[in-house]
């Protein structure tokens, strides 16, 4: 199956802080999106992109296919930004998991 | 966005027991659902695809006997731990498909089996 891997696997970020997040994956895909589990294990969609780049508030997002990786950048960190963010994949029916990046911020 | 509600949050049972988890498409039909299991610390492990009106298809190594899959109708799919050990206790989140690309997930069931 797909690899799907995550870097930095944990970070901490003091609040105000801008931070990115990078999802490498082994295989051509043509669908992607990133999610944030928080502390009590809700998992929220942030972005469905599976090429180009993508911004929602504090939060953005570039895919770029043809090289296989993904990253997630967020600014201006708040403490409620933290959690795990996972990057999934969708190949043939399935969706893969990344391995996630672990965020603390702290105040 | 779409919302997908698992119930129950929260479920300690005896070992020996069985336990069933519910998880709804709640403004949205859903033809396919996901079953994941996540240990702590760690990504969601997929369990198996529940299909609506057919048999689900299970991962290479999760016992389609101890987990049961029922996806009866398109807002609806129940999944029971049969014989449920102390190994067994995990945290199990559902998803549900809309088109072909985006999942919405439910909250989450916490497992604890005594």
């Known amino acids: 199956g797909i690899q799907v891997e995550q870097s930095p696997p944990d970070l901490i970020l003091q609040e105000g802080a801008n931070s990115t997040l990078r999802c490498n994956f082994s295989?051509?895909?043509?669908?992607l999106q990133w999610f944030h589990q928080n502390p009590w294990g809700q998992l929220i969609n942030l972005f469905y992109?599976?090429?180009g780049t993508k911004q929602n508030g504090r939060l953005s997002a570039t895919t770029v296919a043809t090289e296989r990786y993904s990253l997630l950048y967020i600014s201006s960190s708040q403490t409620t930004d933290s959690g795990v963010y996972f990057c999934?994949?969708?190949?043939?029916?399935?969706?893969?998991f990344g391995t996630g990046t672990s965020l603390t911020v702290i105040p | 966005g779409a919302v997908v509600s698992q119930h129950p949050s929260w479920v300690i049972c005896k070992s020996g027991t069985s336990v069933k988890i519910e998880c709804r498409s709640l403004d949205f039909q859903a033809t396919t659902m996901f079953w994941y299991r996540q240990f702590p610390k760690q990504s969601l492990m997929l369990m198996a695809t529940?299909?609506?009106?057919?048999?689900?298809?299970?991962e290479q190594g999760v016992e389609k006997d101890k987990f049961l899959i029922n996806h009866a109708s398109l807002t609806l799919s129940t999944l029971t731990v049969t014989s449920a050990h102390p190994e067994d206790s995990s945290f199990y989140i559902c998803?549900?498909?809309?088109?072909?690309?985006?999942?919405?997930f439910g909250a989450g069931t916490r497992l604890s089996v005594l």
């Open positions: 998803s549900a498909r809309i088109g072909k690309n985006i999942q919405y």
């Open positions: 529940s299909n609506e009106g057919s048999k689900a298809t299970y």
């Open positions: 295989d051509s895909v043509n669908n």
């Open positions: 992109i599976p090429s």
């Open positions: 999934a994949i969708r190949s043939g029916n399935q969706f893969y």
